[in-house]
């Protein structure tokens, strides 16, 4: 459990990033377009003076921070090593069969419809599409108190991870603050998944998030095509969220992690986007980036003295 009177411990940001293969500038702008009330909050830049991913021409573009219906994501330009897959998708929540039909036909133009929109028990009108980037996403009428538009990170445990939905859910609510699981709702008695999760929706930090079981043999799992970055305000925060996500996981190097359910994790000071940032001094930035290759766990100290040339 936290301790909320640490300094940096309320409420990280969690931003999904998407690994894409020269598509960031591309993808941002499209989703900025087709899902509205969104913009451009930041770009970073790769190296100079060394080797990118993917052979990404030096000094290049390496990620785009936007956001779309309140929702902060990055699209990084990492090369082909990882490909997006549907373990890891996106409800669009929105108010009218007729606006999940607009939205429906715009993300899968292109793309690959993954569950056919139509209605169902659950809701009015709603459809499964892949779009032509590879992200998953759920568009769905809701009625009620759901706020729409929203957008939610949905997390598909299956494969060796199926039957770990609920366990996960557990461990990431008792990791950040402002956290709660909220609707719980399982596989009855006789279904392929009876007992495991069907879908629980739940708060993290503030911010909503959906979870499920797939008895389904699916051919993907979790990987790093998909990751959920953690801002944090401080090196206390960086040292809890390591320390906690990490935990029989596998750390990566530059602030990746898997934690112990495959879900890939970005440790991060709030500032990486100004240290990275294509507004920043070259040689600041290059800096900061011969520091962050060195490191597992980000160290802040190292990296602010990095970047101001201390």
């Given at each position: ?260 359910f495959g879900v890939s994790w970005q440790v991060a000071p709030q500032q990486w986007v100004d240290w990275l940032g294509e507004s920043a001094d070259p040689a600041a930035r290059e800096r900061v980036f011969q520091a962050m290759l060195d490191m597992t766990k980000l160290d802040v ?10």
């Open positions: 459990m936290i301790d909320p009177a640490v300094p940096g411990m309320s409420n990280p940001l969690i931003a999904p990033c998407l690994w894409l293969n020269n598509q960031a500038e591309e993808a941002a702008a499209f989703y900025i377009e087709t899902l509205g009330t969104g913009s451009v909050i930041a770009r970073t830049l790769f190296s100079t003076s060394f080797e990118n991913p993917a052979g990404a021409p030096p000094g290049s573009l390496m990620s785009v921070e936007f956001e779309v219906l309140g929702r902060r994501f990055t699209a990084l330009n990492g090369g082909a090593q990882f490909v997006i897959n549907p373990s890891i998708s996106f409800f669009v929540y929105v108010e009218s069969p007729a606006a999940a039909k607009r939205l429906f036909a715009a993300l899968s133009s292109g793309g690959e419809t993954l569950v056919a929109l139509d209605a169902y028990p659950w809701s009015p009108c709603y459809g499964w599409a892949a779009d032509r980037f590879g992200v998953s996403w759920q568009v769905m009428t809701v009625t009620g108190e759901t706020e729409t538009p929203a957008i939610a990170p949905s997390l598909m445990f299956c494969g060796e991870q199926f039957g770990n939905a609920a366990q996960a859910m557990r461990s990431y609510a008792s990791t950040f603050p402002n956290s709660r699981i909220e609707d719980v709702q399982s596989y009855g008695a006789g279904d392929a998944g009876e007992g495991t999760v069907q879908l629980v929706s739940f708060v993290l930090a503030g911010q909503n998030l959906v979870a499920m079981d797939s008895p389904i043999d699916h051919a993907f799992g979790f990987n790093e095509a998909v990751s959920l970055q953690v801002l944090c305000d401080g090196q206390p925060a960086v040292d809890h969220y390591w320390r906690a996500l990490s935990r029989g996981g596998e750390p990566g190097q530059s602030g990746w992690l898997k934690d112990r100290a190292v990296l602010e003295k990095a970047f101001s040339g201390a």
